[in-house]
């Protein structure tokens, strides 16, 4: 099982089709997706800066933000289908479809996840990996890159994740990858040779 992050960055963004597309054909059954808030975030945002309603409230309406943003995803194509807890995205996973994972019920039952914008979507991912002991986690952002990939700690220091990024992703044991702008090839790649590998230990 993949879990597979599409950030807020690429609503409305040409990549958005080509990476559901990818999901849609090579995902089902095997890749859990979720979104950033996108949009619907930064709406978030604002309405703090203009209303004054404290974290806790934002980080809240934040989660509904990716949820409204999953909604939208999940109906971008078949076979998509929202998903709020650990039993319904494995029963969705069965059905060979892709689960989109809606986050608001879960994370708000969990105490130890501290109500702040410091709790992103990166964040939030790496903490459903965990919970469904993923075997790997893709995040996908809207820029391109052109390196090998990096350590997590450089990832941190290219802003390309946050910074408490690493306290949930720290003994792990799932892969993170990191793929942007045009990398759709490169991760059909990944998923193919990570099915394959499954198959043969099995």
Same mark, same amino acid.
């Given at each position: 099982?993949?879990?597979?992050k599409l950030g807020g960055s690429l609503a409305n963004s040409e990549e958005?089709?080509?990476? /559901? ?41 934040? /989660? ?11 109906a971008a194509r078949p076979g998509f289908v929202p998903a709020d807890s ?55 952002k809207s820029f391109v890159i052109t390196e090998p990939q990096p350590p ?51």
């Open positions: 099982m993949w879990v597979v958005l089709p080509r990476w /559901l597309d990818l999901i849609a054909t090579a995902g089902a059954g095997k890749i859990v997706l979720v979104s950033g808030g996108g949009p619907w975030a930064d709406e978030v945002r604002e309405a703090q800066k203009r209303e004054g309603f404290d974290d806790h409230v934002a980080h809240r309406k934040a /989660l509904r933000a990716m949820e409204q943003y999953g909604r939208v995803l999940a650990i039993v319904g995205i494995r029963e969705v996973l069965k059905k060979l479809q892709v689960p989109v994972w809606m986050p608001y019920e879960m994370v708000v039952a969990d105490p130890s996840i501290p109500g702040t914008w410091d709790v992103t979507s990166d964040r939030l991912t790496a903490w459903l990996a965990n919970r469904l002991d993923a075997s790997a986690l893709l995040l996908v997590i700690e450089d990832m941190v220091r290219r802003g390309w994740v946050d910074a408490c990024f690493p306290q949930f992703t720290s003994g792990a044991r799932f892969q993170v990858r990191v793929l942007g702008q045009g990398d759709q090839e490169a991760a059909r790649q990944m998923l193919a040779s990570s099915i394959a590998v499954s198959a043969s230990a099995r």
